[in-house]
């Protein structure tokens, strides 16, 4: 069964995916947990970052970041900090917990556009 947070991520992409000229997609970015040394792999590489966003998109040639989180959660320091750098940069990004939120705070960032709501699921997230 997928977690609630895994629900609000499919409902954004697909929603995102049905908008033209509109790329949305999914990082799967978990640590890696060695079992045999009981301990999670620190990664040297300096080109993966901590706190990447669970969806990042291109739209008519902006870069955006979407942090998908559930109920009450909130995004750790470095999902913050991964924000802020797109922000920073030019992008656009947010975090929300919910379909509707995320669909208002797009919708912000591109108003003069039509953007429909294609049903997805019948419930509520």
């Given at each position: ?36 040394r009981k ?8 080109h993966i ?77």
């Amino acid at each position: 069964m997928a977690t609630p947070e895994k629900l609000i991520e499919t409902r954004i992409l697909d929603w995102l995916n049905s908008i033209q000229d509109c790329f949305a997609f999914k990082i799967n970015n978990v640590g890696i947990y060695d079992a045999k040394r009981k301990a999670w792999r620190k990664n040297n590489n300096p080109h993966i970052h901590n706190g990447i966003s669970d969806i990042l998109f291109c739209y008519e040639g902006t870069f955006g970041a979407i942090e998908v989180k559930a109920g009450y959660n909130k995004p750790s320091a470095n999902q913050k900090k991964y924000i802020k750098n797109i922000l920073d940069n030019g992008g656009v990004a947010w975090w929300t917990n919910s379909f509707s939120d995320c669909k208002r705070e797009f919708c912000e960032h591109f108003p003069l556009k039509q953007f429909t709501d294609k049903p997805i699921f019948e419930e509520t997230l």
